[in-house]
């Protein structure tokens, strides 16, 4: 296969469906199927980093052989979180652009420069200029509130 610049979402989606369709493959890809076949990948990248301690970003360190690994790895969590996304009727490319505005939002950079509190740790004032006491941002537009409100762990190191 030629090398190209860049792959969207929608390519891969597309080339999964194919793949799955072909090899009458579908009836297995069920939700829980491949969210669990998702978790099993996760589990082999994250044995690959086992007992590596801190690691240097673009991995200076490693033989290519070890970063060709990894990427095969990577590739499989990206395909099976396309897979599943596709057969839930998730668009993924709108879901995750969606999120980054939200953590745009509770993480406002003159409230977290540098820092890796969780969003509800913050102070923030409100869009009427009010200081918030509990650390929870306060925002008066219910939809804006919707986003902020949303209590699973989204502190920076778990977006």
Known sequence: MAEREGVNLEELKKKM????????????????????????????????????????????????????????????????????????????????????????????VKLCKGSSKKYTQLKAEDKDGNTSTDGAQHISDPHDAYHISDQRDSSPASL
């Open 17 to 108: 469906a194919e793949l799955a369709r072909e090899r009458d493959w579908d009836h297995f890809h069920s939700p829980r199927n491949l969210l669990l076949a998702l978790v099993g990948e996760v589990g082999e990248v994250s044995a690959i980093f086992q007992w590596k301690g801190e690691v240097q970003r673009g991995l200076p360190d490693w033989k290519d052989e070890d970063k060709q690994h990894l990427g095969e790895e990577l590739s499989d969590v990206l395909l099976y979180l396309v897979r599943l996304s596709d057969v839930c009727g998730i668009d993924l490319g709108k879901a995750a652009l969606a999120k980054l505005e939200m953590n745009a939002l509770k993480y406002q």
